[in-house]
């Protein structure tokens, strides 16, 4: 039997992307996502951890933010620790993202993070946006 890991999710970043430089000059950021669901007139919210890399990681840094909406396409993946404090074993599934796209209009650059970048190019909308 083959097997299959993909994810595909859609809605809202719940906080700004932290990024960081590991040792070989890789660039990996995390941020949250919360994503919104009505269910017999409830509404309920999944929050998800997405780890993204490189280009991903660069592309989330300079466009988007808490609020954006996006759809994120990847992987599950899961860490696993040992608690300093218990002694238990713990662990935790996020996604790694492969792809990220914007679902917003069009994303403003966070001039704050990366001032020397200039705004993608969506000469017909938000279908022609940067993907990685």
């Given at each position: 039997m083959a097997n299959l890991n993909r994810v595909i999710l859609a809605g809202n970043m719940t906080r700004p992307i932290e990024t960081r430089n590991t040792n070989n000059g890789n660039t990996v950021g995390q941020f949250g996502?919360?994503?919104n669901r009505k269910h017999n007139g409830q509404d309920t919210t999944l929050f998800?951890?997405?780890e993204c890399w490189n280009k991903?990681?660069?592309f989330v840094a300079?466009?988007?933010g808490k609020g954006s909406?996006?759809?994120v396409d990847g992987?599950?993946?899961m860490d696993t620790w040992t608690d300093k404090d218990t002694g238990r074993n713990r662990t935790k599934m996020y996604v790694v993202a492969e792809r990220v796209e914007c679902t917003d209009k069009r994303p403003q650059?966070?001039?704050?993070q990366h001032p020397q970048q200039s705004p993608p190019a969506?000469?017909?909308g938000p279908q022609d946006q940067i993907q990685y």
């Open positions: 996502l919360a994503i998800v951890d997405v991903t990681a660069e300079g466009y988007l909406g996006v759809i992987r599950l993946a650059p966070q001039q704050q969506f000469p017909n």
